[in-house]
């Protein structure tokens, strides 16, 4: 149970940490995630048009349940051929600001980092049968990692056009973090045929 709770620990410093190091000091993401060019004024339309919180796709397919089915056929045809055309995209939009640096933030990030391992760690502690090796166990965490890659940014790119930069980028972020954390995991969890 110890060694559980301290690669758990261990796990979740070394994917926060790594999270820092990836977006703050190396300046990984700097080439996917750029300003918007003229800024001022696009906020400026999304404060006019947009008018609450909330995640956007456009172009927006119908949702209207009071339309007859030649209506929502008609306006799918819109839609579609409005989303061949372009342009396209997702926006999450907060009316409101908040602090970059709020410590609230930086503690869920670090909370979701320990959930993160912990469901990790178990899940190596139940494949220590099947693990053969010190390198199998990393391995096997990094694995986790490219699941959290192909379940969520490789998906949004599929199906919400994300930027292939963005999602390649994430993919280096996932296996460095995840990787990481399988070489300090691998040490820390003992058991399996060999070990």
Same mark, same amino acid.
């Given at each position: 149970m110890l060694r559980i709770l301290v690669s758990t620990l261990?796990?979740? =410093?070394?994917? #926060? #940490?790594?999270?820092?190091?990836?977006?703050? =000091?190396?300046?990984?993401?700097?080439?996917? =995630?750029?300003? %918007?060019?003229?800024?001022?004024a696009v906020l400026s339309a999304l404060m006019e048009q947009v008018p609450e919180d909330g /995640?956007?796709?456009? !172009? $927006? /397919? !119908?949702?209207? !349940?009071?339309?007859?089915?030649?209506?929502q056929d008609a306006a799918t045809a819109t839609a579609t051929a409005k989303y061949a055309e372009? !342009?396209? $995209?997702?926006?999450? #939009?907060?009316?409101? $600001?908040?602090?970059p640096e709020d410590p609230m933030v930086f503690a869920q990030g670090f909370l979701n980092?320990?959930?993160?391992?912990?469901?990790?760690? %178990?899940?190596? =502690?139940?494949?220590l049968p099947r693990l053969h090796s010190y390198i199998s166990k990393v391995a096997f965490v990094t694995a986790i990692g490219l699941i959290v890659w192909l379940?969520?940014?490789?998906?949004y790119e599929i199906w919400l056009a994300f930027d292939a930069v963005h999602t390649r980028t994430m993919l280096m972020d996932h296996l460095v973090g995840w990787g990481a954390f399988g070489l300090v995991a691998g040490a820390v969890i003992k058991g399996g045929p060999k070990t």
């Open positions: 261990l796990g979740a =410093v070394v994917l #926060f #940490f790594w999270g820092f190091l990836s977006w703050a =000091v190396i300046g990984l993401h700097s080439a996917s =995630v750029q300003p %918007l060019a003229n800024e001022d /995640m956007y796709f456009f !172009p $927006g /397919m !119908p949702s209207d !349940p009071d339309l007859s089915a030649t209506e372009g !342009p396209i $995209g997702v926006l999450m #939009f907060h009316r409101e $600001g908040r602090d980092c320990l959930a993160c391992s912990l469901i990790a760690t %178990l899940l190596l =502690v139940a494949a379940a969520g940014d490789r998906t």
